[in-house]
Antibody, heavy 119, light 110 residues
Framework: QVQLQESGPGLVKPSETLSLTCAVSGYSISSGFFWGWIRQPPGKGLEWIGSLYHNETTYYNPSLKSRVTISEDTSKNQFSLKLNSVTAADTAVYYC????????????WGQGTLVTVSS | QSVLTQPPSVSEAPRQRVTISCFGS????????VNWYQQLPGKAPKLLIY???LLPSGVSDRFSGSKSGTSASLAISGLQSEDEADYYC???????????FGGGTKLTVL
C-alpha cells in the first residue's frame, strides 16, 4: 500500500519561500506515476499545483508556474515543492499525491499539511 | 472561478438518489476522462470514480459516474448520512496542460 507523508514548516513569512517534502513509502517514485501537489485554502476548493514524472516531464498550473518548482530525490524516495514569494493567498492545506499517468487521476493522497503565510 | 462548473450544494433525503453535475469544455471534459473525489469533513480527498465511470476497489456501487460531451455527472443512490461530504470533479485540460478541478459540491443528507 502506497503512503504519502508531507512535512515542512507550518508558518512562512510573506515574500519568503514555502518548502514542503513528501516522503513516499510502498512504491518507488522512479518506477512510474506522476508525483504532485494540490492545495486547498481554508473553506475553499482544490487547486492542482503541478506534478512530475521521473526523469521525463513536469507540469505546472499556469497560474503558479512562475513561482513553483517541483523536484524529486530518488535516493530518499521523496519529492518536494517550493513556492516562492508567498502571500497570505498561499495559506492552504497542501496535499502531496500520486497521480496516474495518461488520465491524471489522483489515486493516493497524503494527509495534508496546513501552511500559514503570516508575519 | 473554477474551470469546471459544479453546483455549490445539493441536498436529498436518506435512501434517495442525487446527481451532481460537472460542466467543462472541449479542452478538458470533452477530450479527457473525468475523475471524481469525495472529501469527508476534515479529511483528505479520496478517489471515488475514475476514467469517467470506473469505481476503485472498495468504493460502494451506490456511486456511479457518467459523461456526455463536455459534461459529466456523479450519481449517488440509497443516500446515507455518511455520504455527507464535498464532491469534486476533475479532468486534464489540454489547453492549460494541467489538472483542473470543479469548485466542489457540498452534499447534505436531510
Amino acid at each position: 500500500q502506497v503512503q504519502l507523508q508531507e512535512s515542512g514548516p507550518g508558518l512562512v513569512k510573506p515574500s519568503e519561500t514555502l518548502s514542503l517534502t513528501c516522503a513516499v513509502s510502498g512504491y518507488s517514485i522512479s518506477s512510474g506515476f506522476f508525483w504532485g501537489w494540490i492545495r486547498q485554502p481554508p473553506g475553499k476548493g482544490l487547486e492542482w499545483i503541478g506534478s512530475l514524472y521521473h526523469n521525463e516531464t513536469t507540469y505546472y498550473n499556469p497560474s503558479l508556474k512562475s513561482r513553483v518548482t517541483i523536484s524529486e530525490d530518488t535516493s530518499k524516495n521523496q519529492f518536494s515543492l517550493k513556492l516562492n514569494s508567498v502571500t497570505a493567498a498561499d495559506t492552504a492545506v497542501y496535499y502531496c499525491a500520486m497521480e496516474m499517468a495518461t488520465i491524471h487521476c489522483i489515486d493516493t493522497w497524503g494527509q495534508g499539511t496546513l501552511v500559514t503565510v503570516s508575519s | 472561478q473554477s474551470v469546471l462548473t459544479q453546483p455549490p450544494s445539493v441536498s436529498e433525503a436518506p435512501r434517495q438518489r442525487v446527481t451532481i453535475s460537472c460542466f467543462g469544455s472541449s479542452s478538458n471534459i470533452g477530450n479527457n476522462v473525468v475523475n471524481w473525489y469525495q472529501q469527508l469533513p476534515g479529511k483528505a480527498p479520496k478517489l471515488l470514480i475514475y476514467y469517467d465511470d470506473l469505481l476503485p476497489s472498495g468504493v460502494s456501487d451506490r456511486f456511479s459516474g457518467s459523461k456526455s460531451g463536455t459534461s459529466a455527472s456523479l450519481a449517488i443512490s440509497g443516500l446515507q448520512s455518511e455520504d455527507e461530504a464535498d464532491y469534486y470533479c476533475a479532468a486534464w485540460d489540454d489547453r492549460l496542460n494541467g489538472v483542473v478541478f470543479g469548485g466542489g459540491t457540498k452534499l447534505t443528507v436531510l
